[in-house]
């Protein structure tokens, strides 16, 4: 399968993206972008704070419900279900909607967001997992080179993104990295080495990043009962511990 480079680094083309249309599964997992994310809020009781990402926080929006309620009010949210970080066949993309929240309303200097997931997630589970991110029994915990050198290439936007971000106004991010997946309807399991991989190099990118950037790390916190039967999203109790370790980081913030 031929693959051409966007934005640093190489994807598949678009055909082949195209099939994670026909997945039923993925779809119902991921959602259906706008339709299967928590409502976008433009217009907040606290403006300064945006939020963006995939449907780790989009899918309930359980995880800003819990931050709404601690901060006595609410954020803008432009999250969204299935969003990768550039590009992809669900749009908007994470820079789509920093784009977005720009537009309406450029003066928010904090931003809460993750990342990064679904460009690893979406090709593994709709398209036979083209990079090998998957660790088989057989290679004995060691992530494959191509994995590691699809996240590199990752690791170039969200260092791009981030640094934009800055040059746009913004001051702050907090960053959510991702919690080992388990095994359920959405075959995602196999992935702790390509999980484990992915925050060293998102906690670099946010590390050296020109914006204030602070990395949350959810591994340690997040078990198999805190994550859905789907294997990916987290149950309430999963939202709720996600929502305490970004406290910590954006309530000196505010």
């Known amino acids: 399968m031929k693959a051409f480079q966007v934005s640093g680094r190489a994807r598949l083309p678009r055909w082949a993206q195209a099939l994670v249309i026909t997945t039923p599964m993925l779809l119902v997992g991921c959602g259906l972008g706008q339709l299967m994310s928590a409502p976008r ?4 009781d606290n403006n ?8 780790i926080f989009a899918l309930s929006g359980e995880i800003q419900t819990a ?10 949210n432009y999250t969204t279900s299935g969003a990768e970080i550039e590009g992809g066949v669900i749009t908007p ?3 789509g909607q920093f784009d977005l929240a720009e537009t309406d309303n450029p003066n928010s200097h904090i931003v809460v967001m993750d990342g990064g997931g679904n460009d690893i997630l979406i090709p593994t589970i709709a398209l036979a997992d083209p990079y090998n991110c998957k660790t088989q029994w057989y290679e004995f915990g060691r992530l494959s080179q191509s994995c590691k050198d699809y996240i590199d290439d990752i690791y170039v936007e969200v260092a791009d993104l981030l ?14 990295g ?3 997946t388990k095994f359920g309807l959405l075959n995602a399991s196999d992935l702790d080495q390509a999980v484990d991989y992915g925050d060293q190099i998102l906690g670099n990118a946010c590390a050296n990043a020109v914006v204030d950037c602070d990395f949350v790390d959810p591994r340690s916190a997040i078990t198999n009962a805190d994550i859905k039967a789907d294997g990916v999203h987290p ?6 511990k996600i929502a305490n ?6 309530e000196p913030r505010l």
Do not use: Q
Not at 235 to 240: A, C, E, Q
Not at 245 to 250: A, E, N, P, Q, T
């Open 93 to 95: 993309s994470v820079r």
């Open 163 to 176: 640094n934009d971000m800055s040059t746009s106004g913004v001051t702050d991010v907090v960053y959510l």
């Open 245 to 250: 370790l970004i406290w910590s980081k954006l």
């Open 67 to 76: 931050l709404h309620a601690k901060a006595g009010g609410t954020f803008r």
């Open 41 to 44: 809020i433009t217009n907040a």
């Open 178 to 180: 991702y919690y080992r």
């Open 235 to 240: 149950t309430t109790s999963g939202s709720n």
């Open 48 to 55: 300064d704070v945006v939020f963006l990402g995939d449907s």
